[in-house]
């Protein structure tokens, strides 16, 4: 059912993932325009900004069944930060003022235009509510950060988060005001989601801590997701424990028994860090992804990454094969110091050793390579 080959071949092939170094900076914040990819060039270049619209990843008058979709999932994104960082010159905020609303995704944008859904969890509300739920950090940006979901090509965010209510009721009515209006579809505490691609609907259920006795029965939900024509269906968690890089017998647990309940693969938030994957029952579970862009913090001390892009084959009487696994290491950053909020997929060696270190922490994974 999936296709393997050997390690070696996987990180001599991922050299071939590195990104353009190229760079645009400006003054002022863009509007993004949805639909459109953005390029970014060299200071010198007095072109600055070009633009090339993202179409479909396949020809839709060529778009038989079976068909292939590929759904790239992300890490933590917090598209803000603290009331202090907000007024400090690293803080994610003033880098945002300075180099457009395009500037943190740019580095992945033309990678999630090329798949058919790009899903990240949403670390923190978008709104301008001041009155802050009681706790030690609190993050927050304006309802126009979500336009630097739809100008990356990001479907799709998971809201189940111990942020989400940073800003209490109006901060969380807001957010989802700003993702209704730029398009972006969502999954919430208690609120499932389903996004439609090439006639394909996948259905997106969110959970976050705490979790009674360390179980989470998401039975019901599949079946209602199944009922409402979904052939492929995502559990996304908010668990573990922060900056651990092993996973903890309580996902374990909760990611297996959602696998059971009918989930077609499992993804991991909340540690911060990159923890490992178990292949189980032919799907995957991805204990945690780390963070992507992450306002919250002006000097990561860890700053590998990862993305994974899961390859789904569904047919037309509605069968689903896979998925297959690929493993795109990245950066949170370019920089050696301090951050620029802009994760950059990673190359040569530095990818095949956070490949590696990946593999190293995983379960079950023997013989685990990228597919082709």
């Not at 309940?261 to 499992?266: F, H, K, L, P, W």
């Not at 799907?283 to 993305?307: A, H, K, Q, W």
Request: charge should be negative.
């Amino acid at each position: 059912m999936k296709k393997f080959v050997c390690l070696l071949l996987a990180l001599m092939l991922l050299p071939l993932c590195a990104p353009a170094e190229d760079v645009w900076v400006d003054s002022e914040p863009q509007e993004i325009v949805p639909g459109t990819l953005y390029v970014y060039a060299d200071d010198d270049d007095s072109s600055a900004q070009s633009t090339a619209k993202s179409g479909p990843r396949v020809d839709p008058e060529n778009d038989s069944w079976p068909k292939e979709i590929v759904i790239t999932v992300g890490g933590d994104c917090t598209l803000g930060c603290t009331t202090t960082q907000h007024e400090s010159p690293k803080g994610f905020d003033t880098v945002v003022a300075e180099k457009g609303l395009a500037w943190p995704f740019s580095g992945l944008a033309e990678l999630f235009s090329q798949d058919d859904l790009t899903l990240v969890n949403l670390e923190g509300p978008l709104t301008d509510a001041t009155l802050k739920t009681e706790k030690k950090f609190n993050f927050k940006g304006p309802a126009e950060y979500a336009q630097m979901l739809t100008g990356a090509s990001v479907e799709a965010v998971n809201l189940a988060n111990n942020h989400y209510a940073d800003y209490g009721d109006q901060g969380k009515a807001d957010t989802l005001a700003a993702l209704d209006a730029a398009g972006v579809t969502y999954c919430a505490p208690k609120t499932t989601a389903i996004y439609e691609t090439r006639g394909v609907k996948i259905g997106l259920i969110g959970n976050t801590f705490p979790y009674a006795n360390g179980k989470r029965d998401i039975s019901a939900d599949v079946q209602a997701l199944r009922v409402e024509g979904c052939q492929i269906v995502l559990a996304v968690f908010h668990w573990g424990s922060e900056y651990e890089y092993s996973f903890n017998g309580d996902q374990r647990r909760i990611g297996r028994a959602a696998v059971k309940a009918g989930a077609d693969a499992v993804i991991g938030h909340h540690p911060h860090v990159v923890q490992g994957i178990e292949k189980y029952e032919d799907t995957y579970i991805l204990y945690s992804l780390g963070n992507l862009v992450f306002g919250g913090n002006v000097d990561p001390s860890d700053r590998e990454t990862y993305l994974a892009q899961l390859t789904f084959t569904v047919g037309e009487d509605g069968s689903v094969t896979g998925p297959q696994l690929k493993i795109i290491p990245a950066l949170l950053t370019a920089q050696e110091k301090g951050t620029d909020y802009r994760p950059v997929l990673a190359e040569g060696d530095r990818a095949a050793s956070i490949l590696k270190k990946i593999l190293g922490r995983s379960s079950n994974m023997e013989g685990f390579v990228n597919p082709e």
